[in-house]
């Protein structure tokens, strides 16, 4: 079985697809998917065809993962800052460049 990262956008739009489905047949979403689908919707801004661009464009970048690319599509870290609280837990030493030009992708996306 293999790992795939899900964006915030992605769980906006799956649980707003299911909470559409299920509404036809009279069926509510459970809590913890309207919290989920809530939180989604607050947090998000972008679109899932925005966010899947941005995670292309951000994962040609040596030094960024798969689940990096999605934190960073979550998160839109605009500031160095971010950038290098987003890879603390990862073993990259980041240049200065380097957060330059993620946060220049990101720039382009907000």
């Known amino acids: 079985m293999s790992e795939q990262y899900v964006t915030l956008a992605e769980v906006r739009d799956l649980l707003a697809e299911e909470e559409k489905k299920r509404s036809e047949i009279g069926i509510d ?3 913890s998917q309207k919290y989920a689908m ?3 919707q607050t ?3 972008l679109t899932l065809e925005s966010t899947k661009e941005l995670i292309a464009e951000v994962s040609q970048l040596e030094e960024v993962s798969d ?3 999605v934190k960073i599509a979550d998160l ?4 160095p800052e971010d950038v290098r609280a ?3 837990k990862e073993r990259i030493a980041l240049d200065n ?3 330059k030009q993620i946060t220049d992708i990101v720039a382009k996306y907000i």
């Open 67 to 69: 689940a990096v690319a």
């Open 43 to 45: 947090v998000t801004s």
């Open 76 to 79: 839109l870290p605009q500031y």
């Open 38 to 40: 809530s939180h989604a």
């Open 86 to 88: 987003i890879f603390s």
């Open 97 to 99: 460049d380097m957060i």
């Open 29 to 31: 979403l459970l809590d």
